[in-house]
């Protein structure tokens, strides 16, 4: 490669994840959403509202002339980082990402604009474990109607329009209300998964469903990393706060060397996971180098992710076991993230072939 | 002394006596238990013939293959692990004749008062006040002379306390010396007013432990174990026993958690990737290691060469739960986004195999915490096993009520 990735942060984008942690720390505190995922409303469509049609984030991918704000995946990168520290539950990643690339495929006009204004919520009906370039199921394309039924789609409770996959190779979008969307027992509380039905339900054609999935599920895929990284970052942050605070033994435990090196460890992975969390964001905004980036970021982010908050837990201790403290909460958002467009192992495999180093 | 072909008779003469399949299962066991084939490394009178503890292998083959019932021993580890070893070492004749039979039997469950907020690793900074009321008869639920103790504090993440009857605490009575100088040990009734155990959900949905509130509990001075300010020294029977008996099980080749992570390896072909395939037969060896180790372990205790291969028991086997638990959620790909079901119960034991994979992995999250978490035990290791010089130390010399918190 002749360039370089930019691999830092511009003041832009700076300034947009500090209007994002700000929104955040009003809408999104960790009872609230502990709370929220108890509820029939685990979304918070007030946060999302206030992200996506306050702020303008949900059109960042979408050029100006479509009805976007025409940024690129470096900022939604950033956008990431932040719901990846709040383990807010919007379908950012769901909608603004993984069904806008879909839709930025396909070239159809109006829909996407309503997605990028926020005021419409999108899914792509792929179930969530499904990495890009990876088999999916599909539904019937029948007499102009769509039957079948889909499982494990994230967001879809949320959701205004479904965005479906056909035996005939098209993408159809279906609207979300004359579908049947059965919530699942997702064991991300804070990113619902739901089944979805269709009983012979009209669906407009949008494209070719393979050049529109593959390109939302590596979209999907890179930017993860990036809530990924908000992930691990929020969770060494507060162990070390917490550590620094718990006294047993007459001192801070944060003293013992056993846990500072472990903590030191930790870090280390994070400062690794930013730089090929930011590698993956430039390389999707550029495209340049962009499945090798994806597959490195996503080889790489899950373990550190969950590390992080198997850390966080443990280092808690009795506290961390407990419902009340929101650590389970980025503990079951970091391991379905590891299951989320592709486990780790899939991503190696991926790049196995793309860096001619095939398995034996 | 007795041996094996000793027991092996008296086991047969209990099944005569008292045939499984027609006796009550309480009846049988109580009667197991006064034929001192309990747990027959125990005294005489008390459950056991003071034989060799291993020898208790004999007795349990004998009555598995008649189909006698067993004590449920997971309903009630606590006690059998913990309190019954207290109380047989420090109680005094009444207290053992009062409470191991009902607790061998399983008629009577046990918790565990030990940890508070303030006071987990650092068990011997605990701030729950117990304080004598002399003179007098006894004004707690059962009259006794002596006077009482009344108690006031709040215990954290007590398992099973819903369940329990009785509880084994450990409280301050000493605020003025050095903190493990100033401690007692009680048998605590959990009926006894001002007992208030409110539920503690946990990360897996259910509230397998509790919050404990003491306020104005009276406990009798008659149901003190060991000495008063000698709480520490007896805590440490309860403290060593609780490691033997989460590690100290037998266990055959897939008998723990690999074995359903194998079986749907080999039953969900379709689930196979390279990756997870040499993943798995790590931990497949891994935990195959642990399991002779396990065994090796056994054989010395009987052969009487006890090890300190004991001490890593309990790190393995949580390592290596977690790691398998985790493995197998990733395996299970779109199932493993899912989980079971998040209603807060309030459990009588934890279900592992009952479960599916995502409550194991979060459940064994609780493996390297409970009963110490690994990072003390490895303090443990490296002191009392490689006597490594300990940590420099501010509590020791300093009175409790002195110390920072
Ligand atoms: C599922 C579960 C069940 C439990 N059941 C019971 C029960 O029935 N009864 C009961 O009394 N208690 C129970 N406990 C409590 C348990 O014993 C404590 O949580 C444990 O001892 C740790 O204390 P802590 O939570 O205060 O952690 P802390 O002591 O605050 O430790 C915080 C972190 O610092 C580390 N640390 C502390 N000291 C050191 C050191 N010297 N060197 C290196 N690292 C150190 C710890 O390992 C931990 O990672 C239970 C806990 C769990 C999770």
Redesign the interface.
Known sequence: MSTQPDLLYSEEEEAVRAAVRDLLADHCDAPGVIARTESDTPHDLAAWKALADGMGLAGLLVPEDKGGQGASHREVAVVLEELGRAVAPVPYLTSAVVATEALLACDTGDLLAELASGRRIGALAVALNVAPGGAYQVVRHEGGALHGELTAIADAQAADVLLVPADDGGLYAVDASAATVTPQIPFDLTRPLATVSLDGIPGRLLGDAEVAVHRALRAGAGLLASEQLGLAEWTLTETVRYLKERKQFNRPVGGFQALKHRLAQLWLEVVNLRAAARNAADALATGEDTDVAVAVAQAYAASVAVHAAEEALQLHAGIGMTWEHPIHLYLKRAKADSIAYGTAGVHRARLAELVDLQAP | MTDAAELQRRTAELLAAHPPASTDRLDFLKARFDAGLAWVHYPEGLGGLNAPRSLQVVVDAELEAAGAPDNDPRRNGIGLGMAAPTILKYGTEEQKQRYLRPLWVGEEVWCQLF?EPG????LA?LGTRAVREDGGPSRSSEAESGGDWVVNGQK??TSGAHNSRWAILIARTDPDVPKHAGITYFICDMTDPGVDVRP????T?EAE?NEVFLTDVRIPDSRRLGEIGEGWRVAQTTLNNERVAIGGMRLPREGGMIGPVSKTWRERPELR????HQRLLKLWVDSEVARLTAERLRQQLVAGQPGPEGAGMKLAFARLN?EIS?LE??LR??E???????TMRRPELVDFTGRDA?YR??RS??N??EGG???VL??IVAERVLGLPA?P???KD?AWKD???
């Open positions: 940890s006071a987990g690793s650092d900074a954290v993440w503690l959900r946990q990360i949905g432990f990737t390279q990756d997870l977690q985790g959620v990733e790909g779109q493993g986004l899912l989980y079971d079901d998040w995502g992995y979060l999250k609780g390297s915490i978490t690994s990072e490895l303090n940590e130390r501010t509590d300093v110390l920072a918190r």
